[in-house]
């Protein structure tokens, strides 16, 4: 069911009629070339107080368990993180996921709902878009890659799996109040990552051994200097509350979930 734009006054109540469970997913998202106060502000109206509007709405409804795909952006961009580390956004989206994380859980002690708060890494898969879109483009086209000698790990993980983690929280009662990092089974470094792209896409490995400080050089001069650290810095997740709560385990691996995607640009995103 439709409800139009998502903020502080949307009204929820057709869509919550006899509903026990709800997965909120939508959020407002960075878009390319827009930055300053006016995207900061959207990304709070939407992000913060849309999620708490809902939220609110959902405890009155009777709604029994929220489950929030927020983002590993509400802690940060870089690092190792497990889900009891210290939050430090770096950008009005992280900060705008992480705001609406700490008014559920306010929301979840004084209704009783219980909400369950999930923040993946980076999701691939159908429609994949941005930095991993124009990664596969470049595989494809048999582009030279100069980053051969980067050794970086990276969590990432198939919407498959964040589908099937999402379905995890919805009932365990072990979910309830807590807060989980799913992730695909490996963690991959970008010259591996663009190995198993180019397998599942058919096309030659062309990886070029480029020094990272003159890559890091490059991406400054030419105003890329944050797309450069995403593609080459180190992020990855500990899952194992989830796994020890849960007993959750993502059922596809990385490879079935690159050649899944794979697929779906050869039909679609070519």
């Not at 913060?48 to 929220?66: E, P």
Request: aromatic share 6%; with cysteine.
């Amino acid at each position: 069911m439709a409800v139009g734009d998502i903020g502080p006054a949307t009204d929820w109540s057709a869509a919550l009629q006899a509903c026990d469970r709800v997965v909120h997913a939508a959020a407002h998202v960075h878009r390319v070339r827009a930055a300053g106060a006016h995207e900061a502000g959207q990304f709070h109206r939407v992000n913060t107080q849309g999620t708490l509007n809902l939220a609110r709405q959902a405890a009155a409804a009777g709604v029994a368990r929220l489950v929030f795909v927020s983002s590993v952006k509400a802690m940060g961009e870089q690092g190792r993180f497990c889900a009891a580390d210290a939050c430090l956004p770096a950008d009005a989206y992280g900060v705008s996921k992480r705001e609406a994380e700490i008014g559920l859980l306010e929301i979840a002690h004084t209704s009783g709902m219980e909400v369950v708060i999930v923040r993946p890494p980076l999701v691939y898969g159908a429609r994949v878009g941005a930095n991993f879109l124009q990664l596969m483009q470049a595989v494809d086209r048999r582009l030279p890659l100069p980053f051969g000698s980067i050794d970086n790990r990276r969590s990432l993980i198939y919407v498959g799996n964040l589908v099937a983690a999402i379905a995890a929280c919805l009932d365990h009662p072990a979910a309830a109040q807590k807060i989980y990092l799913p992730k695909d089974e490996e963690d991959v470094s970008t010259p591996d990552l663009i190995r198993m792209l180019a397998t599942a896409l058919d096309r030659p490995v062309r990886l070029v051994r480029v020094p990272r400080l003159l890559l890091r050089y490059a991406a400054a001069c030419l105003g890329r200097s944050a797309q450069f650290e995403r593609l080459t810095g180190s992020l990855t997740l500990d899952d194992g509350a989830m796994r020890d709560d849960l007993g959750w385990r993502p059922p596809y691996s990385t490879q079935q979930g690159l050649l899944a995607t794979a697929q779906w640009y050869r039909r679609h995103g070519s």
